[in-house]
Nanobody, 124 residues
């Protein structure tokens, strides 16, 4: 049974930082699997924030470049999202996602097989 559990969300002031974590269990060796973070708000569908594969990281919207970093510790089945210089528009529920190797865009929501329950990020 594959489980993804996010942590690290919370309330933060604009300009601050948060580091989200996602612990993956039940999947086996992550190998060539691909992972990503998505954000959902009441006003918008779940959108890609950043993804990572063996080829490296990708930031999904250009507007987040310089403020967002995605990384993975595959040996310990962990995925991270570092968010700096937070803005109120970053507010939302952040989900981690996992899929086997695919040639689909890392930012393509519908291509992911496994999802966490989400962690709330509120920036004021």
């Amino acid at each position: 049974h594959v489980q993804l559990v996010e942590s690290g969300g919370g309330s933060e002031q604009a300009g601050g930082s948060l580091r989200l974590s996602c612990l993956i269990s039940g999947y086996g060796p992550l190998g060539t699997s691909q992972m990503a973070w998505f954000c959902q708000t009441p006003q918008k569908e779940r959108e890609g924030v950043a993804g990572i594969s063996v080829a490296g990281p990708r930031i999904c919207p250009d507007s987040l470049r310089g403020r967002i970093a995605i990384s993975a510790d595959k040996a310990n089945n962990l995925l991270f999202l570092q968010m700096d210089n937070l803005k109120p528009d970053d507010t939302g529920v952040y989900f981690c996602a996992l899929r086997p190797f695919s040639r689909e865009s890392l930012c393509e929501r519908e291509s992911y097989t496994y999802w966490g329950q989400g962690t709330q990020v509120t920036v004021s």
